[in-house]
């Protein structure tokens, strides 16, 4: 996997016969109470020294990825648009960047609907952001919260389920794992004999979650299932010596995995 270009909010790697960009959206601050200790305590002072904070705070970034096979460009995840804080919403430039047109954009998968990977199908102006969108993918478990969300309501009826192992484009196969929400996603991209594993939210804060990945995040849904699928993917990816691609990772977020006695570590590429 080779990086051919990159500018402040995009990065491209060749995989395969694909083109991955990771594109950044922006970021967002959280405080570092939202990380939790198995049995959902919270940290004080021992809060782990290689924990990273801006003015008191974690900052994740927020990052979608967008695989182009020379035909198609299907988008994984979309951003926040301005439906959160201000400091996320950069996707529009992050494609201009990467010389991406929108009108390419043909399918659009989400890892799980939380509002900084589904909000960029409308533009802050109302429009469609995306108007040649034909495939709007949505995990199953998920598809009645995607249609609770009233702001993408244009889109409730457009949705379709999609299913772990199925294969949601020749190189794209899904992979469930549950836990940060009911129908959390990995979507497994091979070409060419490499894979990428664009993982989602398996991890928020990797300055802490890949030494210590039986940290959890306040905002897992299921706090004992999302440890579990983190340890199992990180696990997965580093025995397959896959690559990944995170959502929370810092931007660009691509790099390998490898195991480290019972940890893991990240080297971005
Ligand atoms: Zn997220």
């Known amino acids: 996997m080779q990086r051919t270009n990159s500018g402040d909010n995009h990065t491209s790697y060749k995989t395969g016969s694909l083109i991955m960009t990771s594109l950044r959206d922006g970021y967002v601050d959280m405080p570092p109470t939202r990380l939790r200790r198995p049995g959902n305590k919270v940290f004080g002072n021992e809060l782990p020294q290689q924990v990273h904070l801006i003015d008191g705070n974690l900052r994740l970034s927020v990052n979608a990825f967008s695989l182009d096979d020379g035909v198609d460009v299907t988008l994984i995840d979309t951003g926040a648009s301005?439906?959160?804080?201000?400091?996320?919403?950069l996707l529009p430039h992050a494609l201009r960047e990467a010389?991406?047109?929108v009108d390419r954009v043909q399918t659009i998968a989400f890892t799980h609907t939380h509002i900084d990977h589904i909000n960029r199908l409308i533009l802050p102006n109302g429009h469609d952001a995306f108007p040649q969108l034909?495939?709007?993918?949505?995990?199953k478990e998920?598809?009645?919260?995607?249609?609770?969300?009233?702001?993408?309501?244009?889109?409730?009826?457009?949705?379709?389920?999609?299913?772990?192992?199925?294969?949601?484009?020749?190189?794209?196969?899904?992979?469930?794992a549950p836990g940060h929400e009911v129908g959390h996603t990995c979507f497994r991209i091979t070409s060419g004999g490499e894979a990428v594993l664009v993982w989602g939210d398996i991890v928020h804060v990797p300055s802490v979650q890949f030494e210590r990945p039986e940290i959890t995040w306040e905002f897992d849904r299921d706090q004992e299932q999302a440890r579990a699928s983190r340890l199992r993917i990180m696990a997965l990816a580093a025995d397959n010596m896959s690559y990944v691609a995170g959502a929370h990772l810092n931007s660009p977020g691509v790099g390998r995995i490898t195991?480290?006695?019972?940890?893991?570590?990240?080297?971005?590429?």
């Not at 301005?82 to 919403?89: D, R």
């Not at 195991?259 to 590429?269: E, K, W």
């Open 259 to 269: 195991r480290a006695g019972t940890s893991f570590r990240f080297d971005p590429s």
């Open 142 to 176: 998920e598809l009645d919260m995607f249609r609770a969300e009233a702001r993408l309501e244009r889109f409730h009826e457009r949705a379709e389920a999609f299913e772990a192992g199925q294969r949601i484009g020749a190189n794209i196969e899904a992979m469930a």
């Open 134 to 139: 034909s495939r709007l993918l949505v995990p």
């Open 82 to 89: 301005n439906a959160w804080h201000p400091s996320m919403g």
């Open 99 to 101: 010389n991406i047109s």
